[in-house]
């Protein structure tokens, strides 16, 4: 059954052992189970900037792209340089007047190497369809070997780095704007990101980068701490999305009313990123620990829902009333999994959307996915606690 609503409240029932689930509209759905299926960057983050109610032009996030305002021959501003505006940059600078991206840090950039399949390589593949088979498997092995660069590999780190440098310098003539896009952190502590344009972007007339700090908005443009104003008709917040913010859209409430947020407030963690202690029958796709920096998201949501008809598999086939995961598992693994992170890339010293406020890492997963597949290929049920339905006495 679909319901086109949204949930505000989810609460779980003690006494009759389901879920309550309270949707915008006011009504209000039971189910035995729950599979959180939210994503992980859909929450958009805003520039905190001083004065930005009172710009008059067309002002909107990356992910709610104003369909109805047409760039062209306009003054835009980019707010960000991250993947967003990576990706965003290079498609409307050959449509506006003229573009200013406000950069505050350089992110580390490769080659994305793309390009499309000639019609003698699609014969192939259709005639041979093993070839499609090797030739995805080529890709994903290439991108899992990467990861052990983020774990430590120093020296696979410098080969990567030297590569986007080289890139960076083939790419971008001009010494002053290439110095600006060079990164002072270590490679991979911010997402690495892939394009094949966005520095020939960079070098269009109309393109300028911006790298003094921002210091107020203004009914028509943005004012940077040098007192330079850039008139502007719409500006474009590319400023990516609150990914420690999981499930804050939603009120979460388990076993004896405990709140989710409350739990989570030092830092979201669960079991593989599926279960949590004292939530009964509730399952997560991409919920803590469970994004990437090298490799297929997808890959990953596949070995959740695996693991996750597993559990069920225990409540439907099984006649088991809840399950949950035991606390000592739960706190067992993210303790190991803390120590794994300590030794990362992620958790070399700068400051990225993959840090919650206290510092931890709430979202990234410390291994190769094969890992993660490997140990979540089936759920075990000596680290969850089951529970026997009630069945109603007969009067």
Same mark, same amino acid.
């Given at each position: 059954?679909?319901?086109?609503?949204?949930?505000?409240?989810?609460?779980?029932?003690?006494?009759?052992?389901?879920?309550?689930?309270?949707?915008?509209?006011?009504?209000?759905?039971?189910?035995?189970?729950?599979?959180?299926?939210?994503?992980?960057?859909?929450?958009?983050?805003?520039?905190?900037?001083?004065?930005?109610?009172?710009? =008059?032009?067309?002002?909107?996030?990356?992910?709610?792209?104003?369909?109805?305002?047409?760039?062209?021959?306009?003054?835009?501003?980019?707010?960000?340089?991250?993947?967003?505006?990576?990706?965003?940059?290079?498609?409307?600078?050959?449509?506006?007047?003229?573009?200013?991206?406000?950069?505050?840090?350089?992110?580390?950039?490769?080659?994305?190497?793309?390009?499309?399949?000639?019609?003698?390589?699609?014969?192939?593949?259709?005639?041979?369809?093993?070839?499609?088979?090797?030739?995805?498997?080529?890709?994903?092995? %290439?991108?899992?070997?990467?990861?052990?660069?983020?774990?430590?590999?120093?020296?696979?780190?410098?080969?990567?780095?030297?590569?986007?440098?080289?890139?960076?310098?083939?790419?971008?003539?001009?010494?002053?704007?290439?110095?600006?896009?060079?990164?002072?952190?270590?490679?991979?502590?911010?997402?690495?990101?892939?394009?094949?344009?966005?520095?020939?972007?960079?070098?269009?007339?109309?393109?300028?980068?911006?790298?003094?700090?921002?210091?107020?908005?203004?009914?028509?443009?943005?004012?940077?701490?040098?007192?330079?104003?850039?008139?502007?008709?719409?500006?474009?917040?590319?400023?990516?999305?609150?990914?420690?913010?999981?499930?804050?859209?939603?009120?979460?409430?388990?076993?004896?009313?405990?709140?989710?947020?409350?739990?989570?407030?030092?830092?979201?963690?669960?079991?593989?990123?599926?279960?949590?202690?004292?939530?009964?029958?509730?399952?997560?796709?991409?919920?803590?620990?469970?994004?990437?920096?090298?490799?297929?998201?997808?890959?990953?949501?596949?070995?959740?829902?695996?693991?996750?008809?597993?559990?069920?598999?225990?409540?439907?086939?099984?006649?088991?009333?809840?399950?949950?995961?035991?606390?000592?598992?739960?706190?067992?693994?993210?303790?190991?999994?803390?120590?794994?992170?300590?030794?990362?890339?992620?958790?070399?010293?700068?400051?990225?959307?993959?840090?919650?406020?206290?510092?931890?890492?709430?979202?990234?997963?410390?291994?190769?996915?094969?890992?993660?597949?490997?140990?979540?290929?089936?759920?075990?049920?000596?680290?969850?606690?089951? %529970? =026997?339905?009630?069945?109603?006495?007969?009067?």
């Amino acid at each position: 059954m679909r319901f086109d609503a949204a949930i505000r409240v989810a609460q779980y029932d003690d006494v009759a052992g389901v879920w309550r689930l309270r949707l915008k509209s006011g009504a209000t759905v039971s189910s035995r189970a729950v599979i959180s299926a939210v994503g992980a960057l859909h929450l958009p983050a805003f520039p905190v900037i001083k004065g930005l109610e009172l710009f =008059q032009g067309r002002a909107f996030h990356s992910s709610a792209w104003d369909e109805t305002f047409d760039l062209a021959g306009k003054s835009v501003g980019v707010i960000g340089t991250g993947a967003s505006a990576v990706q965003i940059t290079p498609s409307i600078a050959p449509l506006v007047k003229q573009l200013a991206l406000f950069q505050r840090t350089p992110s580390w950039i490769l080659p994305r190497r793309d390009s499309a399949f000639s019609a003698r390589a699609r014969r192939r593949f259709r005639s041979f369809p093993v070839l499609q088979w090797l030739f995805r498997h080529l890709i994903y092995w %290439r991108m899992e070997m990467g990861v052990l660069g983020f774990l430590g590999n120093h020296g696979l780190m410098q080969q990567i780095e030297k590569m986007a440098l080289t890139y960076l310098e083939r790419s971008i003539p001009d010494e002053k704007l290439r110095a600006a896009l060079t990164p002072d952190y270590a490679i991979g502590c911010k997402r690495i990101l892939v394009s094949d344009d966005f520095y020939a972007a960079m070098t269009r007339n109309n393109v300028e980068l911006v790298t003094e700090p921002i210091s107020e908005a203004t009914s028509d443009g943005i004012v940077t701490t040098d007192g330079s104003l850039r008139k502007l008709d719409a500006l474009i917040y590319a400023t990516g999305f609150r990914a420690n913010d999981l499930l804050s859209e939603v009120a979460v409430m388990g076993r004896g009313g405990r709140r989710l947020s409350d739990d989570w407030r030092a830092g979201a963690e669960a079991y593989y990123g599926i279960a949590v202690s004292g939530y009964p029958n509730f399952f997560m796709l991409l919920g803590p620990n469970t994004g990437l920096g090298h490799n297929s998201i997808i890959f990953m949501i596949e070995a959740q829902v695996r693991y996750t008809m597993d559990c069920l598999g225990w409540l439907l086939r099984d006649g088991a009333g809840d399950i949950e995961v035991r606390a000592d598992v739960q706190r067992k693994f993210n303790d190991a999994l803390k120590q794994r992170m300590s030794r990362t890339v992620w958790q070399s010293g700068c400051k990225s959307w993959y840090l919650n406020e206290n510092g931890t890492n709430s979202t990234i997963w410390p291994d190769h996915t094969v890992g993660y597949w490997w140990r979540t290929r089936y759920a075990r049920k000596a680290d969850f606690a089951l %529970r =026997q339905a009630v069945v109603p006495a007969k009067a």
